[in-house]
């Protein structure tokens, strides 16, 4: 396959990674500067950042359908719809490279695998085992094809093997996240689906340094794989995670739904995540002060989803009220904590978006109107790269000498970006030292409120 353009080039990833507008007090726009100092803003970064953004989305939306699916539930085609829009994102992207013929032929490819998953849907539902066992080996065959191409197309950088194993690691967390929702095991279930989607984050790392390393001149020579782009990819993930984890919590506690607790527990995981990093760091205390600043923004979407099984509009405009608060203070601690690289006015701007999305998701849900919700849903997870950049970026200008430090020459050629299914040592170093300057940042605001 003759690759003749980045995919840096695709007109998508420009809508979705602009950078947070007035953010930034300081003029960063040197060329040497940008030459020397570390950066999360590269155009290989920007390429990881796309494809990260467009593969996670993907497994986190092909979990709800094959739920829906199994469920038989209103918001089933809709859902499908939303996994649809996904691949429409990606074979324009593909068209938009390598022409009509290959965006056609990729746009085949991935709705046969797609296709796969849904067979194995059906057939749970008609408990046919035969059938069952055929979709898996249709996705085996599947994997194998797509990791030889896939190794061909990087010009060996991936290696087909690996890669296949990778994708194999991608099938069993979706298959595993469906099996363990309808054997009513919950938890695991949304386990499943944290790691599906952390997964696909790890494979946008390696596919991203692949092609910047085959196209040097196309990246202007910079790297998808830096502490700096870890960094932001850190955030990426934690926060578009947030967001979808936090629309399904609250349309599950809508409903009433059994597994309500799980998927509260998946959100607070998520939470948890960064508390755990936080406390390894500054101590328990800090930790758990770290996350009742996060957890009283989640409790205020929870209390306007309570007021709203509740039917009760001052309780509402109550917990808004609340949010809105939330959003103005917090934008302040940022700010100062930033030393102005984060302007307040602007990322409340972001803030007040992030609440009118989830928002809209959950009142067009319990509203019916489902193929507007899942659009809401969609806007609500891209949203999140632009704060992941605008506060990479901040903490990047803060601290430089935290980012300097070299990456290995060689990446492994598994398309995973480390191990299949952990971190490595590189990957914990850079998660850690994100929250540490999160933490650095939660520790100045505790400061500036002894102080006033």
């Given at each position: 396959?003759n690759?003749?353009?980045?995919?840096?080039?695709?007109?998508?990833?420009?809508?979705?990674?602009?950078?947070?507008?007035?953010?930034?007090?300081?003029d960063h726009?040197?060329?040497?500067?940008?030459?020397?100092?570390?950066?999360?803003?590269?155009?290989?970064?920007?390429l990881?950042?796309?494809?990260?953004?467009?593969?996670s989305?993907?497994a986190y939306?092909?979990v709800?359908v094959?739920?829906?699916?199994?469920?038989g539930?209103?918001?089933f085609?809709?859902?499908?719809?939303?996994?649809?829009?996904?691949?429409?994102?990606l074979?324009k992207a593909?068209?938009?490279?390598?022409?009509d013929?290959?965006?056609?032929?990729?746009k085949?490819?991935?709705?046969?695998?797609?296709?796969?998953f849904?067979d194995?849907v059906?057939?749970?539902?008609?408990?046919?085992?035969?059938?069952?066992?055929?979709a898996?080996?249709n996705?085996d065959?599947?994997?194998?094809?797509?990791?030889?191409?896939?190794?061909?197309?990087?010009?060996?950088?991936l290696?087909?093997?690996?890669?296949?194993?990778?994708?194999?690691?991608?099938?069993?967390?979706?298959?595993?996240?469906?099996d363990?929702?309808?054997?009513?095991d919950y938890?695991?279930?949304?386990?499943y689906?944290r790691?599906?989607?952390?997964?696909?984050?790890?494979?946008a790392?390696?596919?991203?340094?692949?092609?910047?390393d085959?196209?040097?001149?196309?990246?202007?020579?910079t790297?998808?794989?830096?502490?700096?782009?870890?960094?932001?990819?850190?955030l990426?993930?934690?926060?578009?995670e947030h967001?979808?984890?936090?629309?399904v919590?609250?349309?599950?506690?809508?409903d009433?739904?059994?597994?309500?607790?799980?998927?509260?527990?998946?959100?607070?995981?998520?939470t948890e995540?960064?508390?755990?990093?936080?406390?390894?760091?500054?101590?328990?205390?800090a930790?758990?002060?770290?996350?009742?600043?996060?957890?009283?923004h989640?409790?205020?979407?929870?209390?306007?989803?309570?007021?709203?099984g509740?039917?009760?509009e001052?309780?509402?405009?109550?917990?808004l009220?609340?949010?809105?608060?939330?959003?103005?203070?917090?934008?302040?601690?940022?700010e100062?904590?930033?030393?102005?690289?984060?302007?307040s006015?602007?990322?409340?701007?972001?803030?007040?978006?992030?609440?009118?999305?989830?928002?809209?998701?959950?009142?067009?849900?319990?509203?019916?109107?489902?193929?507007k919700?899942y659009?809401d849903?969609r806007?609500?997870?891209?949203?999140?790269?632009?704060?992941?950049?605008?506060l990479?970026?901040?903490?990047?200008?803060?601290?430089?000498?935290?980012?300097?430090?070299?990456?290995p020459?060689?990446m492994?050629?598994?398309?995973?970006?480390?191990?299949?299914?952990?971190?490595?040592?590189?990957?914990?170093?850079?998660?850690?030292?994100?929250?540490?300057?999160?933490?650095?940042?939660g520790?100045?605001?505790?400061k500036?409120?002894?102080?006033n």
């Amino acid at each position: 396959m003759n690759l003749k353009k980045s995919l840096l080039a695709v007109p998508l990833s420009l809508s979705l990674l602009v950078p947070v507008q007035g953010a930034f007090a300081q003029d960063h726009s040197s060329h040497s500067a940008m030459m020397t100092a570390p950066s999360v803003e590269t155009p290989a970064v920007e390429l990881r950042t796309t494809l990260g953004h467009l593969l996670s989305e993907h497994a986190y939306l092909a979990v709800e359908v094959m739920r829906n699916g199994a469920l038989g539930t209103k918001d089933f085609e809709a859902s499908v719809g939303a996994l649809n829009a996904n691949t429409e994102d990606l074979s324009k992207a593909i068209t938009s490279v390598y022409g009509d013929e290959a965006g056609q032929q990729f746009k085949q490819m991935w709705e046969e695998h797609i296709g796969f998953f849904v067979d194995y849907v059906t057939a749970t539902g008609e408990n046919d085992e035969e059938k069952k066992e055929e979709a898996l080996k249709n996705l085996d065959t599947y994997r194998e094809k797509f990791s030889q191409f896939l190794e061909t197309a990087t010009g060996e950088r991936l290696e087909a093997g690996s890669l296949a194993d990778g994708l194999q690691m991608h099938v069993n967390q979706l298959v595993g996240a469906f099996d363990f929702y309808l054997a009513k095991d919950y938890e695991k279930a949304y386990e499943y689906e944290r790691e599906a989607i952390n997964h696909m984050h790890m494979v946008a790392k390696g596919l991203s340094n692949a092609i910047a390393d085959q196209y040097p001149d196309k990246f202007e020579e910079t790297k998808a794989v830096t502490p700096a782009a870890d960094l932001r990819a850190t955030l990426n993930h934690l926060l578009t995670e947030h967001a979808g984890l936090a629309v399904v919590a609250m349309q599950q506690g809508a409903d009433g739904a059994n597994d309500f607790e799980a998927a509260a527990n998946a959100l607070n995981a998520n939470t948890e995540d960064l508390t755990a990093a936080i406390s390894s760091v500054y101590g328990a205390e800090a930790g758990e002060q770290f996350k009742k600043m996060w957890s009283d923004h989640i409790g205020f979407f929870v209390e306007y989803v309570k007021a709203t099984g509740a039917g009760d509009e001052k309780a509402k405009a109550q917990a808004l009220e609340k949010l809105d608060g939330y959003r103005g203070e917090f934008s302040k601690f940022l700010e100062t904590a930033t030393e102005g690289r984060l302007q307040s006015d602007a990322l409340a701007d972001g803030l007040q978006m992030h609440v009118d999305q989830l928002i809209a998701a959950f009142d067009s849900y319990v509203a019916g109107d489902y193929e507007k919700a899942y659009e809401d849903v969609r806007d609500a997870y891209a949203h999140m790269l632009n704060p992941a950049k605008g506060l990479s970026a901040a903490f990047v200008d803060q601290f430089p000498e935290k980012f300097k430090s070299m990456m290995p020459e060689e990446m492994p050629k598994t398309g995973m970006g480390g191990t299949a299914n952990s971190m490595n040592a590189a990957d914990f170093a850079a998660y850690g030292l994100v929250l540490a300057i999160i933490v650095s940042l939660g520790l100045v605001i505790r400061k500036r409120f002894a102080q006033n």
